[in-house]
């Protein structure tokens, strides 16, 4: 008998196997350096708080009952100059035994039906780079590459670029530090100072 397959929105009893679902494909792309594994509560605490986001949700696919895969769906505007919206799809991952049944097929599908729904205009899909099959698969369905993401924490960032620095940058850097204590001074200046009571006479 074939496996049934359907896609619906994640509920919160599905946490546990959602953290399961992260946990491979954050070995699968080496994202497990970047990223701390979340839990049980802080994954259910995130499908409370999309549940009532009108513009993201999570969903999940299903083979006969079984949840075995997830994508992360937000309706965000294409670019700062336009006015239209896109669909993207992230952190989209089937497990290795429900692949080659239509699972990631139907994920996309239902990203496409939202679209159409919420009268977006284009649908994006994030892909790691090194996933050949997965970007494959993608191409296949008529999404073409445009950019590559990269990921790095803040204090990473802020670290290499204090190793980096050039003499426009530090300039910029010092700049900003000196308008930023003028500010602190100011808002100082403009405190007033409140002189302290002076004891009551006890009449001694």
Not at 19 to 39: D, F, H, K, T, Y
Not at 64 to 77: I, K, M, S
Not at 184 to 204: H, K, N, Q
Request: with cysteine.
């Amino acid at each position: 008998m074939l496996p049934v397959l359907a896609v619906r929105d994640a509920q919160l009893e599905d946490a546990d196997v959602l953290v399961r679902l992260w946990g491979q494909m954050s070995a699968g792309i080496g994202q497990s350096r970047l990223l701390a594994a979340p839990s049980p509560a802080t994954a259910r605490a995130a499908i409370a708080r999309l549940a009532a986001e009108p513009s993201a949700r999570l969903i999940v696919g299903e083979l006969t009952g079984e949840v075995c895969a997830l994508a992360y769906l937000r309706r965000t505007p294409i670019s700062p100059l336009h006015d239209e919206d896109t669909v993207t799809v992230e952190y989209l991952h089937v497990n290795d035994e429900a692949r080659r049944h239509g699972v990631g097929h139907a994920l996309i599908a239902e990203a496409a039906a939202w679209a159409e729904e919420k009268d977006s205009q284009h649908v994006a899909v994030f892909a790691p780079a090194g996933a050949r099959e997965s970007n494959r698969f993608l191409a296949r369905l008529g999404l073409g590459q445009a950019g590559v993401v990269r990921f790095a924490s803040t204090h990473t960032v802020r670290r290499r670029l204090a190793a980096d620095q050039s003499p426009n940058l530090i300039a910029l850097l010092a700049a900003r530090r000196t308008a930023l204590a003028r500010r602190t001074a100011l808002l100082r200046a403009r405190t007033p100072v409140i002189p302290p009571a002076a004891p009551e006479s006890t009449g001694m």
